[in-house]
């Protein structure tokens, strides 16, 4: 028996000469590509990668599941539904054999351009052009983009990267390729399996919905898998680089569209974080989010959670999103039916969904939730830490004089406290009470116009977020006092005014 | 340094991404540099030397929409000829395609050229009508100046693109890849680069604000700056609030110089 060893030089030799062009259709296709092959770069996928490409292809292309993927990414004309068998089978082992014919055209690949272009191709090889004839949009009226016959073979691997979600096709942008991969190896599996099933039963799997959901959930466990990886340089973990861009389009000429949700870099650093060092409190937080989906979907991807829909408004609606997620547990401390009462207004209010089952509710710890909420507001708020300081310092002070005194008016008028004014003079009261017992203020004025005043008469533009943080904190302390203060004076906060989040829209009107 | 200021201001304005043709063509949030160089030529009249000039900008729009824009598709008429009539040449067909608007443009557009007094009047005198993005999408100087710009510790980016080589540097903005230059002689020959589209405003650091390359002063400080950035502010923009002195700093762009934001694509 005889070993071979493939050396770097065997394998350079051996390499097709893929390699990432940052253009989001083609990127994905090399992902793609790429996972198929078992390897981590482009540059590494091979000829005999594509063969066993090609083995693939042709057993499950002709599947349901893949016949209607086809016509939404590459239209229906790629394999017309005219055509007989064997020349389908023709057309597809020409295009996936694209990379072996010469390249003929005197201008470059546009992606690769290192090669010459071997045809310029239109929507039914690369989705989103237009068709073959119409020359808009094309530079000196040539209809067309000029690609190489590795770019057009390359593009197959948008059928084993790119699911369809609510009928139209994910293909994400990453700042940085490992993202990108991360959700490509994740998918790819599944969408092996469903190619598999589909060949078994002559049917097509349960759709999948919720595009934001299906990113957020892909990320997840490869952003956990990180922590476990090699020290970045200068780093406690490695950090992902940047954001990510979903695009979600169809080109199928039913009715192509094309939609764009970019997921920032700080919700993203959010989100490694929490899964990296706060699991316990995130992943409480996901269960109690609302889980939904519509009926006939796939009961694991046709799920629609609402924490991960809202990662896609950050920065922009952090104090929502806060409100929304954060400080519904810490309310649920005054008044456990709260949460019961906010997934009753839910079941209601979702409208052609069903609230389907979520993952067992795992208990939040309050401390455990309040360092997730301080890492929300570094990464997403970026708030200047002497400032979280300052309001947790002023948060322990309040919570050690309401306990000492059992003071359960104080901590309601703070708790009900909603406007500006309103706040200030609850502080200005309980500050003057501290002064004539000889006890320093709560808050100094310089402090208290530090944390919620922008100049002497407006208040910050973020004045909701440092009140409700405050009022987190609060509750945190009180909870975690030995004394049990809120369980002791129950009946004094018994109709104390817990507001009920509605979860049912995305967090968008702050107050 | 001197360099020429220009503010525009438009009713709407579309930049579509080059491959999203069918259906519906979304616009970039911010104008690639392939479009403001085609904005400058149609004010010089004819292609600038894509070397003679760099270029820094801040764009802002109101909202965006969607709305339905009529395209003739064009296609090659290969029909025979009629007898006793022309041959045919081209037949077009009505398409009604969605594309996203943007609302209010405003553009500030800051050139750094050698030509700085041809070019200004230029801007004064444009050779054709003004318009940013689609042909239609007429637009009007508010104000041309020739302003003298400072070199600055400290400023803000805001609205605009930045490298590539500030991914790094910078947490907000999203990655984006967009024209950079189209050859005007030969059109097939397009250059492409990465960029991070910024649709906020960012604070860079003063040099004692930075600890361990981090930032410590709070607020949306990048985490420092790549080491050849050279910051120049533009001291007639609105100080930021806190501490004093950061105005608007302003992030050159060239179109065909090493940059880090070089990407080698084809047309």
């Known amino acids: 028996m005889t070993h071979t060893t493939t050396t770097q030089t065997d394998r350079q030799a051996a390499a097709l000469g893929l390699h990432w062009t940052h253009h989001p259709i083609m990127d994905m296709a090399i992902a793609g590509m790429t996972v198929f092959a078992g390897k981590e770069h482009p540059e590494d996928v091979t000829a005999s ?17 893949l016949t209607s993927w086809i016509a939404v990414v590459f239209t229906i004309n790629f394999l017309n539904t005219t055509f007989s068998d064997e020349k389908k089978r023709a057309v597809l082992v020409g295009v996936i054999d694209a990379y072996q014919h010469p390249n003929g055209l005197p201008v470059p690949c546009a992606f690769f351009p290192e090669l010459p272009a071997q045809q310029r191709v239109s929507r039914d090889l690369f989705p989103m052009l237009m068709g ?38 994910m293909v994400v942008a990453a700042d940085d390729e ?17 190619a598999n099933d589909s060949y078994l039963l002559s049917e097509k799997g349960q759709g999948w919905t919720s595009p934001k959901t299906r990113v957020i959930e892909g990320l997840r466990e490869p952003l956990r898998a990180l922590a476990d990886a090699p020290v970045a340089q200068g780093g406690q973990f490695q950090r992902l680089r940047g954001g990510l861009t979903v695009h979600h389009l169809s080109n199928s000429g039913q009715g192509p569209d094309v939609r764009i949700f970019p997921l920032s870099h700080p919700a993203l650093a959010f989100l490694q974080t929490a899964e990296q060092r706060h699991s316990a409190a995130w992943n409480a ?54 949460a019961a009462d906010s997934a009753a207004v839910t079941a209601r209010k979702t409208k052609g969904r069903t609230v389907s089952p979520a993952p067992p509710r795992p208990p939040v710890q309050l401390a455990q939730l309040w360092a997730l909420t301080s890492t929300f507001l570094k990464e997403i708020v970026a708030m200047d830490k002497a400032r979280l300081e300052a309001l947790s310092t002023v948060g322990d002070e309040l919570a050690t004089w309401i306990a000492d005194e059992e003071d359960m008016g104080l901590f309601r008028k703070l708790y009900e406290a909603r406007r500006p004014a309103t706040l200030r003079a609850v502080l200005l009261s309980a500050s003057l009470e501290r002064v004539k017992r000889d006890l320093p203020p709560f808050l100094t004025l310089e402090r208290y116009q530090d944390l919620f005043m922008e100049g002497e008469e407006r208040a910050r533009a973020d004045f909701y977020l440092s009140r409700d943080l405050l009022k987190m904190r609060l509750i945190e302390r009180l909870h975690a006092d030995e004394r049990k203060p809120l369980v002791r004076n129950k009946a004094a906060l018994e109709d104390i005014d817990v507001p009920t989040p509605d979860l049912t829209e995305t967090a968008e009107g702050d107050e | 340094m001197r360099v020429l200021k220009v503010e525009l201001e438009g009713t709407m304005t579309s930049f579509r991404h080059p491959y999203l043709l069918v259906g519906r063509q979304p616009s970039f949030p911010l104008p690639p540099p392939a479009t403001l160089n085609g904005h400058i030529a149609s004010v010089l009249g004819e292609y600038p030397d894509p070397a003679s000039f760099r270029f820094a900008f801040a764009f802002t729009h109101l909202a965006s929409v969607d709305d339905y824009e009529h395209t003739w598709n064009i296609e090659r008429d290969d029909r025979k000829p009629r007898k006793g009539r022309a041959a045919p040449n081209i037949t077009a067909s009505l398409s009604p395609t969605l594309r996203e608007l943007l609302f209010r443009p405003r553009l500030t557009l800051y050139i750094d050229t050698p030509e700085l007094e041809s070019w200004h009047a230029a801007f004064r005198s444009p050779a054709f009508p003004v318009a940013l993005g689609r042909s239609q999408d007429l637009a009007s100087y508010t104000s041309v100046q020739i302003i003298e710009v400072q070199r600055a510790e400290a400023g803000y980016l805001e609205h605009t693109l930045l490298p590539w080589a500030f991914r790094t540097h910078v947490t907000d903005g999203q990655g984006i890849l967009m024209p950079r230059h189209i050859q005007p002689e030969n059109r097939q020959q397009m250059t492409w680069a990465r960029y991070v589209a910024l649709m906020g405003r960012v604070l860079t650091p003063f040099p004692d604000e930075l600890a361990g390359g981090r930032p410590s002063g709070g607020g949306s400080l990048t985490y420092g700056l790549p ?22 700093a302003l992030v050159w762009h060239t179109l065909t110089g090493p940059d880090s934001e070089g990407v080698r694509l084809g047309a």
């Open chain 1, 49 to 65: 990668d594509i063969s066993a490409f090609k083995t693939w292809a042709l057993q499950y292309y002709f599947t349901p599941e």
């Open chain 1, 132 to 169: 073959r004839g119409p020359m808009n949009f094309f530079p000196d009226g040539q209809p067309g983009v000029p690609l190489s016959g590795l770019a057009i073979t390359a593009l197959q691997g948008l059928a084993v990267a790119a699911p369809l979600v609510s009928g139209k096709a």
């Open chain 1, 178 to 194: 490992r993202a990108l991969m991360a959700l490509v190896i994740r998918w790819q599996g599944k969408l092996k399996q469903r």
């Open chain 1, 285 to 338: 937080l996901v269960a109690r989010s609302t889980w939904a989906a519509r009926k006939g979907k796939d009961p694991v991807d046709g799920q629609s959670v609402g924490i991960y829909e809202d990662l896609f408004l950050l920065p922009d609606r952090a104090s929502s999103f806060l409100k929304r997620h954060l400080k519904p547990p810490f309310d649920a401390v005054l008044k456990p039916t709260a």
């Open chain 2, 227 to 248: 080491e050849d950035y050279d910051l120049w502010v533009d001291p007639f923009t609105p100080e930021a609030r806190g501490r004093a002195g950061r105005r608007r």
